[in-house]
C-alpha cells in the first residue's frame, strides 16, 4: 500500500480493489466504533454504486459493530425510475449490499415514488439537519462528481441540503457502464441529491474509487484546482476525508 497526502486530502492506493475494500472497511470501522464509544448513537450516508460493493461486503463482515446504534442515510435518488429498472434505484441497491444485511438502528430512503421531488427534498433535508451526519461513504463519478452533483450543478457553497438536478449524458452513461441500466435511453434524466455541503459538513468522509474507467476523474480530483468543474476536488479541503484507490484507478497519477 502506498499513503500521501494532496493538501488536506489522504490517499491510499492499494494493488487491487479486493484489498482496496478491505483497507477502506477496516478505517470506517475503526471511526465507528471510536464514534460509538464517545456517543450513543452515529449517523452515516451511503454512496449506492457497484464501486462500493468491495468496501461494504468487507464492512458488514465485521462482528464487532453495535449496527443498532447506527442511523443510515443515502445520498442521491432517480426521478421518474421507470417500473421495470426499480432494481437500479439506489435504495433497492443499498437494501441489497447492507441495509438488509444488517440490523441498523433506523434506515432512512429517499423515496423514489413521491409525487413532488421538492417536497421530497425538503423533506429528506428536515431529517438530516435534525440528525448531524457523522460518517460519509462515498466514491467518486466518471465526471468527477460527488453524490449527483455533476460539474454542471455542483456548487460548494450550495444553500440547499437536497435538491433536484439534472443529470448530464456522462453520469447517465456511467450507470450504463455501471451495468445498472441497458441502454442510456433508460437512465432515468433527473435525480433528486444531498448537496456538495451537506456531503463535506460530516466530520469523516471515506471514499472509494476503484476502477479504470474512473482513472480521468482520479487525476482530476488530485491535480485540477479545486472547483465545481471537478467536484470531487473539494475532498481537498476537507479536515479528515480519505480516498482509496486501486491499481486501475490510480494508473493515471
Not at 101 to 120: G, R
Request: hydrophobic share 40%.
Amino acid at each position: 500500500m502506498s499513503e500521501w497526502k494532496t493538501d488536506k486530502l489522504t490517499v491510499k492506493q492499494m494493488p487491487n480493489r479486493t484489498e482496496m475494500g478491505e483497507v477502506a472497511a477496516k478505517d470506517i470501522h475503526d471511526c465507528m466504533v471510536k464514534l460509538l464509544s464517545e456517543k450513543q448513537e452515529i449517523n452515516m450516508i451511503f454512496a449506492a454504486a457497484p464501486s462500493q460493493n468491495d468496501v461494504l461486503a468487507s464492512l458488514i463482515a465485521y462482528d464487532d459493530i453495535e449496527w443498532n446504534r447506527v442511523n443510515a442515510y443515502h445520498m442521491d435518488e432517480y426521478i421518474g425510475l421507470a417500473e421495470e429498472f426499480k432494481a437500479a434505484g439506489f435504495a433497492n441497491f443499498l437494501n441489497d449490499h447492507i441495509f438488509g444485511k444488517v440490523a441498523f438502528k433506523s434506515v432512512n430512503l429517499i423515496d423514489c415514488t413521491a409525487q413532488d421531488a421538492e417536497k421530497e427534498c425538503a423533506r429528506y433535508g428536515k431529517l438530516l439537519s435534525e440528525n448531524p451526519t457523522d460518517i460519509v461513504v462515498c466514491g467518486i463519478g466518471e465526471n468527477g462528481h460527488i453524490a449527483f452533483n455533476d460539474p454542471w450543478v455542483a456548487d460548494f457553497n450550495d444553500p440547499e441540503i437536497v435538491k433536484v438536478v439534472e443529470l448530464d449524458e456522462v453520469c447517465r452513461q456511467q450507470q450504463v457502464n455501471d451495468g445498472c441500466f441497458p441502454s442510456i435511453d433508460n437512465v432515468p434524466k433527473q435525480a433528486m441529491t444531498l448537496t456538495c455541503p451537506t456531503l463535506t459538513r460530516a466530520p469523516y468522509m471515506f471514499c472509494i474509487v476503484p476502477a479504470k474507467t474512473k482513472a480521468v476523474a482520479v487525476k482530476a480530483t488530485l491535480q485540477n484546482e479545486i472547483s465545481e468543474e471537478c467536484p470531487a476536488t473539494v475532498l481537498r479541503r476537507h479536515d479528515n476525508a480519505v480516498l482509496y484507490l486501486d491499481a486501475d484507478s490510480s494508473a493515471l497519477i
